[in-house]
Each structure stands twice: as C-alpha cells, then as structure tokens.
C-alpha cells in the first residue's frame, strides 16, 4: 500500500552509519529539528506523532510540511496504540528510538492530569514493551527533564542529585519515566538514554512557553504575568537553545551501546544513562524579559505577581560534565542570540496572516 511505502522511503538509509530511528512526537518542537537533523545526515528517520491538540495543532500540522519537504513522513498515531506501533517494526529495522512523544507542560498537569498518565507513564511503558520483543533490539534514547530535580536547591544540578521531590505531577510522571527505564534495562536489557532537557527554546517552539507568549503578547501590547517568589529570590532558568539541545540527542544516540536483550530476553548487562542537556547559564524570566523588549523594539507591560506559582520550580541550572565527557556536549547558543533567532522566526512565521493563538 502507498503508506506503507511512505513508511520504507522516509526510513530508508543514506549514510554508511546504518542508522534508522522512529522519533516519536515528531510532529512536536523538538522533534521536527531532531528528525530534520537525523535525515540530514542521512540517517533513515520515521515520525510518529497523535497531532494532539494541547497546543495549536495548525503549528504542528506546518512542522509536520516542513519535515515532508526533506522527506520525513509522520504516521499518525498514539505511542498507546501497540498493534500500530508493532506493525512500524514490521515494516522497518529500526536501530534506535529517540522517544519525545510526551504530555508536556508544568500548569496543564493541574488540568488534565489523565493525559500525563496516559502519555508519558502508559504511553512509555507500552512503547518499551514493544521494543523489549523485537530482534535484535533498538537503543532507546528519551526525554525526561530537568523538571525531575523538584525542589532540590542545589545548584547546579547533577546527574547524582536527589530527583525524589517533584513539584508537579508532569515532573513526576518524568520521574517515573526514569524509574520504569531502569526496570526495563534491568530485566530485558534495553539500552536505554535519558535526556533531562532543559528549558528549550527557539524557532518553531511551544506557544504554551513563556519566550513564546511573552513575545506575543509583548507585541500585542499585553500586559505579561512575571511570577516571581515573594522572600526567595530570582526566578530563573537555563534557557537552551534547540540547536545544542539536537546536536545533544545526536550525540547521546551515536554512543550508545546495542541493546543485550533480543525477543524479551536479556543476554548481558546493557546500558543505563541519564544526562542533563542544559546551557550551564540560568538566567532571570525579568532578564529575558529584558532581551525580548530590545529584540522586539516594544516596552513589555509587566505584571510582576509577588507570589510563586504552584508546579513551578524556581530556578534551574544544569551541571553538563556528564555529557561532555561522554560525548562532548558543548552548548553554543547565549539567550541573547538564540531569542534573536526565535524572533525572526515568529515575525516571519505569523506575518502571513496566521493568528497566532495558542
Ligand atoms: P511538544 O508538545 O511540542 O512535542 C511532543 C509531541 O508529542 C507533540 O507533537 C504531541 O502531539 C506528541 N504526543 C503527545 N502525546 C502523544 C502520544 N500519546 N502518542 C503520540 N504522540 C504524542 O513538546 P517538546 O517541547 O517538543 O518536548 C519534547 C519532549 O521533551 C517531551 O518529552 C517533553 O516532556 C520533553 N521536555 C521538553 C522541554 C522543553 O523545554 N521543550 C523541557 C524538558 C523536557
């Protein structure tokens, strides 16, 4: 059938390395430039995405044609959905997962919180379940999040910090996340790589994230809510540009050693990682409020709300040696520079009559 080819020639391999990988939430923001990146290195990359409508699904929709045109396809469908996910490995021999498909968002878990067990708890366990029968099995590198370091106060986070005190239900479903890994390397051998992102931001971003709404309703002449903790001190956060956070996945998923488990069986240890993939450089929400104003040329309306917001962690800051041992993760990108880069996008991205909603 013709989606069936679609599915062949999106995951066929054009370079010597024989990478082929299934990105899951590839219709999302990291995952588009994740994808976009594999497939222009050559690798072989399907996406798999439920074009849900947490957020603008028109946004997801023009990421999923821009993915096209360099030759990704997305299947759309739900990471729950087995029969569908099995018939994916039917079709190709795919070495690697890079897994993004997630319920995101620290205020929406308050909302909804049956998404967040549904996607990142259900959704990862039933993902892994596939992935523990195929022969041989793929490596599986996944977003967790720097979310899982709650109200931990030491700072900078690393890797070895204490992850038991989540301030969010999406932070804890991330930290069952790590836990339900770590089973499935246990007993069936998986070669499994968690990633804890840190505040990603840049062109085609998340309009649920404060860079994104900030900068629309600075430019509609909106006043912006600024939370900041009465008595606590700054809120801030290591704001990572897209692009060190994808040459980060790539690096965790080009070291990554096979999986020792085939068919459900383990045959050796396999490998367990978990690394921060963070810019080293928290910087305060009013400084880039700041940024955004001279970026935009537009005086943001604060509404600076003395008062800390439920789900939120008041500042993070990621220690990287980790990852920069094991793969020489350097981030590149300062706020300055990578705002600079978002901006031009969004003016672009909207000035052609899109509304930009959320
Ligand atoms: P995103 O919401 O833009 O992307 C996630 C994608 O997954 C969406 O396109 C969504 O439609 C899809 N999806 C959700 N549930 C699904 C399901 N059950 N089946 C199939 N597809 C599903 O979010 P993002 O910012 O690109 O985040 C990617 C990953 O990184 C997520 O796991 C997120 O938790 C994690 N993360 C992101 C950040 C950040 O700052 N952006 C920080 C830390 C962790």
New binding site residues.
Partial sequence: VAWEKRVRSSARIRSPNGVSVLV?????????HVSAALKRRGDGVLG?????N??DPSL?RARQALLERTGVFIVE????DVELVKKLFKIVTFTHVI???????VRYAMENPG?YV???IA?FVNLLEVCKSINPQPAIV??????VYGLNTKVPFSERDRTDQPASL?AAT?KAGEEIAHTYNHIYGLSLTGL??????GPW??PD?AYFFFTRDILKGKSIPIFEAANHGTVARDF?YIDDIVRGCLGALDTVEKSTGSGGKKTGPAQLRVFNLGNTSPVPVSELVNILERLLKVKAERNIMKLPRNGDVQFTHANISYAQTEFGYKPKTDLQSGLKKFVQWYINYYSDGKKANQ
């Avoid at 798999?48 to 849900?52: E, I, S, T």
């Avoid at 469908?77 to 729950?80: A, K, Q």
């Avoid at 996944?142 to 979310?147: D, E, G, L, P, R």
């Fill in positions: 899951t939430g590839a219709a999302g923001f990291v995952g588009t798999l995405d439920n074009f849900n947490y957020y997801k469908g739900d990471i729950n897994h993004l498909a997630a319920q995101a968002g998404s549904h996607s990142n959704g996944w977003a967790s999040s720097s979310s999406y991330k804890r992102f840190f505040t990603v931001y971003g998340r994230m990572t």
